[in-house]
């Protein structure tokens, strides 16, 4: 059973570009949450998504950034025009349930130039 | 709100010896479960154990426990025979059962002697 997969691993982008990353959950799991870790710092709770909905984003910022988890295919975090600010890791999780443990994928380490 | 605590930047511990990692939380709610998660130098999130709010029962995972305080808010690891591959962060999480989403710690770095 593959565990939760991230793409890509690192992502280099030029401000005023756009980042898109993607997130295959485990098998089973139909609950999608993002967070993002600044340097030396714990991870920040974004979005919380289930198959085609946005259950909770209040930890995603206002502009410039959007998720989704289609009914077909991996969920997807997109930044558009990334600023030097938005370099972190930026990490996926997927559940089975709301109250099931949540399991982490490798992380994509996005660097603004 | 909820909030997460950890009040130990580093620690330290010899090989072969026991060392106790300390979180402290805050919440309204009832039900809800603790988790404390490790991230060694590769920054992949790993899970280490996790505990219910309502079991009384402390939760153990072979060398990893925990002392979970449920009046007090408190919620710490216990690593026994430290081996040098539990080098890394920990992290203490809240997990709530209404939201789900997690709040994490702002992590200690554990480094293990040989």
């Known amino acids: 059973n593959a565990g939760v997969m991230q793409n890509p691993r690192h992502l280099v982008r030029r401000r005023g570009q756009e980042a898109r990353l993607r997130c295959s959950p485990m098998?089973?799991?139909?609950?999608v949450y993002w967070y993002r870790q600044l340097p030396e710092e714990g991870l920040k709770f974004m979005v919380y998504?289930?198959?085609?909905?946005?259950?909770?984003e209040s930890g995603m910022p206002k502009e410039r950034f959007s998720a989704e988890f289609p009914k077909e295919g991996p969920s997807i975090l997109r930044i558009q025009q990334v600023v030097r600010g938005d370099s972190a890791a930026y990490f996926c999780a997927s559940s089975e349930s709301l109250r099931e443990t949540q399991y982490f994928g490798p992380g994509t380490r996005l660097l603004v130039l | 709100a909820q909030t997460v605590t950890q009040s130990q930047p580093e620690m330290s511990v010899q090989e072969a010896e026991t060392v106790t990692l300390s979180c402290t939380y805050d919440t309204s709610e009832s039900d809800y479960y603790l988790f404390w998660y490790k991230q060694p130098p590769s920054r992949q999130m790993i899970l280490v154990i996790r505990q219910e709010a309502y079991k009384q029962q402390n939760a153990t995972e072979n060398r990893f426990s925990v002392n979970f305080q449920k009046a007090a808010k408190s919620f710490s690891l216990k690593i026994s025979d430290s081996q040098l591959g539990d080098a890394a962060m920990y992290f203490c999480a809240y997990g709530s059962s209404n939201t789900g989403k997690l709040i994490f710690g702002q992590g200690t770095t554990l480094q293990v002697k040989p």
């Open positions: 098998k089973g799991h139909s609950h």
């Open positions: 998504l289930q198959k085609e909905n946005i259950i909770d």
